[in-house]
């Protein structure tokens, strides 16, 4: 069982920068792959990033976000991270953590479905 508790979000004007962190319950943290995802209103629940497991040699973007956010862990804290950079409005969205047990590959990272924990979510908010 994995508990999972995102913070970092708020509001900021285009061009700005947040950093999301997604803390993680369990002594097993290093055995999950971990995933961002987000959903607007109105919308579906999208992938934003993953990362491997253990040492998050593998990272993956959908291509709204490659090379402005990067995701990170640190497996002694347990925690994984979203670094958000040049945001624009259209990364308005609730943002969640997700962890898995499973083993995956480049297309199951970015499916929902792979995913087994999820956070309650943060709210992340880009003004023009």
């Known amino acids: 069982q994995v508990q999972l508790v995102e913070s970092g979000g708020g509001s900021v004007q285009t061009g700005g920068s947040l950093r999301l962190s997604c803390a993680a319950s369990?002594?097993?943290?290093?055995?999950?792959?971990m995933g961002w995802f987000r959903q607007a209103p109105g919308k579906e629940r999208e992938f934003v990033a993953a990362?491997?497991?253990?040492?998050?040699?593998?990272?993956y973007y959908a291509d709204s976000v490659k090379g402005r956010f990067t995701i990170s862990r640190d497996n002694a804290k347990n925690m994984v991270y979203l670094q958000m950079s040049n945001l624009k409005p259209e990364d308005t969205a609730n943002y969640y953590c997700?962890?898995?047990?499973?083993?995956?590959?480049?297309?199951?990272?970015?499916?929902?479905?792979?995913?087994?924990?999820w956070g309650q979510g943060t709210q992340v908010t880009v003004s023009s």
């Open positions: 369990g002594r097993t943290f290093s055995s999950y792959g």
């Open positions: 997700a962890a898995t047990p499973k083993t995956w590959s480049i297309v199951s990272s970015t499916t929902s479905s792979t995913y087994v924990y």
């Open positions: 990362i491997s497991w253990p040492a998050g040699t593998s990272t």
